[in-house]
């Protein structure tokens, strides 16, 4: 019953998605990762604003890629409403790679660590390469965490997820955005460069315990 709600809910929802801008590229590919509308996002009464405002940072860096920003391949169309997003498929979360018991913070932080090599410290440097790219273009991810950080088959880091991505110094008040619990100061009012550079340290933190940066 709950499949079935869900198919009739998503299908209300092509109907309703944000119109598709002349802008905007379409996706072709038929091999991409589509990020589409959950059950739960349909109790947000923003929804198709947030994919709006998603979909015009992604067409950002459509413009200006990097290897350490996920690729995006364009919107998925259906009666002229963009009903989905895009990316190029990765082979797994970081937090998938080094955590695979599923541990909280700081039960993994206390673990062995046995999943943590130290090629990680070396690619970790390509989440701050990503993140200062992000920033050259005026943007703030404002969820950098492990289970937004994906690795390619080289083990190369991409960060993806930007439905909390915004511009610098946008208030974070009344903002709509959605952070991971765990991963961001709740005393921040604004969307800051510092917010995405806090974070990275703290994912050194989770990882290494503490990194010395060469």
């Known amino acids: 019953m709950l499949r079935d709600m869900e198919q009739s809910m998503m299908q209300t929802y092509r109907y309703q998605g ?15 990762y589509l990020k589409a509308p959950g059950l739960t996002d349909f109790l947000y009464s923003e929804l198709e604003d947030g994919i709006q405002r998603e979909l015009e ?3 950002v860096l459509r413009r200006h890629p990097r ?12 009666n002229g409403r963009a009903t989905g997003i895009c990316f190029k498929r990765y082979k797994e979360t970081l937090s998938g790679k080094v955590n695979r018991e599923y541990l909280n913070k700081n039960k993994f932080r206390a ?18 390469a990503g993140i200062n ?15 937004n950080i994906m690795l390619d088959e080289d083990g190369v880091p991409v960060i993806v997820d930007f439905g909390s991505c915004r511009k610098t110094r946008v208030s974070l008040e009344n903002s709509a955005v959605r952070q991971t619990n765990g991963w961001y100061d709740p005393e921040n009012r604004l969307f800051l460069e510092k917010n995405d550079l806090d974070a990275f340290e703290e994912l050194k933190t989770w990882l290494f315990g503490s990194v010395d940066d060469e």
């Open 57 to 59: 940072v992604c067409e």
């Open 133 to 147: 790219h992000l920033h050259s273009l005026g943007l703030v991810n404002n969820d950098i965490n492990p289970s």
């Open 67 to 78: 290897p350490n920003i996920a690729t995006y391949y364009g919107c998925r169309g259906e």
């Open 18 to 32: 944000p119109k598709v801008q002349e802008t905007w590229a379409v996706a072709s590919e038929k091999d991409y």
């Open 111 to 128: 673990s062995g660590l046995e999943h943590v090599d130290d090629s990680l410290k070396e690619n970790l440097r390509g989440v701050l």
